[in-house]
C-alpha cells in the first residue's frame, strides 16, 4: 500500500523528498543513539526558496525516512537559519545542557537589509533528542564582521587536540576555526584549494576522514566542497582534495577532482558521530541554474541516495575517492533478473513505478558501446551510454518531456572513465526522476535529474551481449510503502 502523497509520477521512491514545499542542502546530518537525523534547508510556505528554517526527518537505515516537525526556525537576533551542521556535545563542553549533553547545531544566521546581506554563525542546542533546536541566547558565536559571504559551518570533534573544528567558506576561500565549548571561536588557518578555478565561490565545505581500501586502512583526511560558478548552467559543482590535517592546518597533497560528474548533487554532508567508522555523505539533487523552476508538485527538492566513501591508491601512487549507495539500500532489494543473450537490442518491460539497480558486470575493455535506454510510451527516454574503447560515459537527457523549463537542462552529460579504473562495472540508480551512475567500481559518479509525463516503462539495451559477463537489474521496494 503507498502513500497517494508520494506517489506523483515525478515523486522519487528511494530518495528523500519533503511531503511538500521547497528544500534545499543537507544541514545537520548525525547519527545519535541508533537514529540518523538528517536536517534540510526548507521553506514551510512554498515550493520556492524562501526565508530558511531546517525541516527534519529521522531514519534507522538511512533509506527510510520519516518526516518530523520543522527543527529550527529563522529569529530577529540570527535572521534566517542557513546551513550548518551538527555535533553530539556528549560531555557538555559547552555547558548548554542539564547533565548528559546531547546534540548542538551550529549554522549560519542570514540577515538582508536594504540590499546588504549579512552572515554570522550562530549556535543552537537540542533538549529533546534532536527534535527542536534551541538557539543560544548571546548568538551569533563568530560576529559576521562585515562579511556577505561566511557561511555553512561544518563542526567536528578533533580528538588529538581535544577540539572542536570547524570549517566554514568565506567566500573564496575557506577559514578554520577551533574551539573547546562551541560558544568561542578562535581561526586556526585559511586556505584556497588548490585548481579551484577564478571566481570560483566556496560553499558547504566538509572536512572528514575516509577509511582507506589499502592493506593499513588508515584514513585519509579529504577536504570536500561545493562550488558556486559564475555560470552555473555547467555540472559538476563540486569538488574534493585529499591532504594533511593537523588540527589547525589542511594541507591539500592531492590535485582538486569532481566528486560528482552530474548536473544535480551539491552541497555534500558527512553524517556526524558514525559508530561504525564509515564515512557517509548525503547531497541535494538540483543545481542553482533551474532548481526554482523544476516541475515538480507539490514540493521542489531531494536528496541523493546516501553514499559511502572509501579512498583507494593506484598503482602510481595517487588517492581516489570510491562512492557506493550504502549497503542499506540492499535489505530493499526485490527479485534480480538478469538480461540473457536475445534479450539485447530489444525493448524489455520494466516495473516503471519502481526504482530500478541496473547492474553491469565485467564489460570487456575496447568495446564500442553499450547503451542503456529506459523508455515510455510516450517517447521519452533518458539514455546511458558506455565506451569502454573511448573511456567515455554519458548521460543523455534530451528527450524528456518537461525540457522546456530551462534552456540548459535537454542535455548529454560526458564524463571520462578514469583510466585507472581496476573495474568498469557500472551500478546506475534510476527512481522516477533521478538517475545516479557509480561507474568504475564507483570512482566515476553522475546525479542527474530528468523529468517525464509518464513513468519509465521499458529498458533496452543496445551492444554486444556478449562482450559483457552480466547485467543485473532489480527492482526496489518504495521507502514510502507501508507493509
Ligand atoms: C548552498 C547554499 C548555502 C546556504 C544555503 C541557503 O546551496 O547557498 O551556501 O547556506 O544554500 O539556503
Redo the contacts with the bound molecule.
Keep these: 500500500m503507498k502513500r497517494a502523497i508520494y506517489d506523483e509520477v515525478q515523486r522519487p521512491q528511494i530518495h528523500y523528498t519533503p511531503k511538500k514545499n521547497w528544500m534545499?542542502?543537507p544541514n545537520g546530518c548525525i547519527h545519535v543513539n541508533g537514529i540518523y537525523h538528517l536536517y534540510y534547508?526548507y521553506h514551510p510556505f512554498s515550493s520556492q526558496?524562501g526565508p530558511?528554517h531546517w525541516g527534519h526527518a529521522v531514519s534507522t537505515d538511512l533509506i527510510s525516512w520519516e518526516e518530523l516537525q520543522i527543527a529550527l526556525y529563522p529569529d530577529d537576533r540570527c535572521g534566517m537559519a542557513?546551513?550548518g551542521s551538527a555535533v553530539l556535545d556528549g560531555e557538555n563542553t559547552s555547558g548548554l545542557f542539564d547533565t548528559e549533553g546531547g546534540i548542538a547545531v551550529l549554522y549560519?544566521g542570514?540577515t538582508s537589509t536594504h540590499g546588504t546581506q549579512r552572515q554570522q554563525q550562530c549556535l543552537a542546542v537540542s533538549h529533546d533528542d534532536g527534535k527542536t533546536l534551541v538557539p543560544y541566547e548571546h548568538n551569533p558565536v563568530i560576529p559576521s564582521m562585515g562579511r556577505s559571504d561566511f557561511?555553512?559551518p561544518k563542526v567536528f570533534r578533533h580528538d588529538e587536540s581535544s577540539s572542536w573544528v570547524m570549517v566554514i567558506?568565506a567566500g573564496k576561500h575557506l577559514e578554520l576555526y577551533r574551539s573547546t565549548d562551541l560558544k568561542q571561536w578562535e581561526l586556526a588557518s585559511s586556505c584556497v584549494l588548490e585548481g579551484t578555478g577564478e571566481h570560483h565561490l566556496y560553499?558547504?565545505p566538509d572536512l572528514l576522514l575516509v577509511p582507506s581500501e589499502d592493506s593499513t586502512g588508515t584514513a585519509r583526511w579529504m577536504m570536500c566542497v561545493?562550488l558556486?560558478k559564475d555560470d552555473v548552467s555547467t555540472a559538476g559543482g563540486n569538488a574534493y582534495a585529499f591532504g594533511a590535517f593537523d588540527g589547525y592546518v589542511f594541507t591539500q597533497s592531492e590535485r582538486l577532482k569532481t566528486f560528482d560528474h552530474g548536473y544535480d548533487f551539491?552541497?555534500m554532508q558527512s553524517w556526524a558521530n558514525m559508530d561504525d567508522g564509515r564515512a557517509v555523505i548525503i547531497g541535494?539533487i538540483n543545481h542553482?541554474g533551474y532548481a526554482h523552476v523544476t516541475p515538480t508538485a507539490p514540493w521542489r527538492g531531494g536528496m541523493s541516495i546516501p553514499r559511502e566513501l572509501t579512498a583507494k591508491k593506484d598503482a602510481d601512487g595517487t588517492w581516489h575517492l570510491v562512492q557506493q549507495p550504502v549497503a542499506e539500500l540492499q535489505a530493499y532489494h526485490l527479485s534480480p533478473w538478469q538480461l540473457g543473450l536475445d534479450d539485447y537490442n530489444r525493448p524489455l518491460p520494466l516495473d516503471g513505478g519502481r526504482a530500478h539497480e541496473i547492474r553491469m558486470e565485467g564489460m570487456a575493455a575496447d568495446t564500442d558501446l553499450l547503451e542503456i535506454c529506459l523508455s515510455n510510451p510516450c517517447d521519452q527516454q533518458v539514455t546511458v551510454r558506455i565506451s569502454t574503447r573511448d573511456l567515455l560515459l554519458s548521460v543523455d537527457r534530451q528527450h524528456t518531456c518537461c525540457d522546456q523549463f530551462d534552456q540548459e537542462f535537454a542535455s548529454v552529460i560526458e564524463a571520462a572513465i578514469p583510466t585507472t579504473a581496476a573495474t568498469l562495472d557500472v551500478t546506475i540508480l534510476v527512481d522516477r526522476s533521478v538517475l545516479e551512475v557509480f561507474a568504475a567500481g564507483g570512482m566515476l559518479v553522475l546525479t542527474n535529474l530528468f523529468f517525464t509525463s509518464q513513468e519509465l516503462d521499458h529498458i533496452t539495451v543496445t551492444g554486444d551481449g556478449k562482450r559483457i559477463d552480466r547485467i543485473t537489474i532489480t527492482p526496489i521496494r518504495s521507502i514510502w510503502e507501508t507493509t
Design positions: 534545499n542542502d534547508q526558496w530558511m542557513f546551513s549560519t542570514h557561511r555553512d567558506s560553499e558547504c561545493s558556486l551539491y552541497a541535494w542553482w
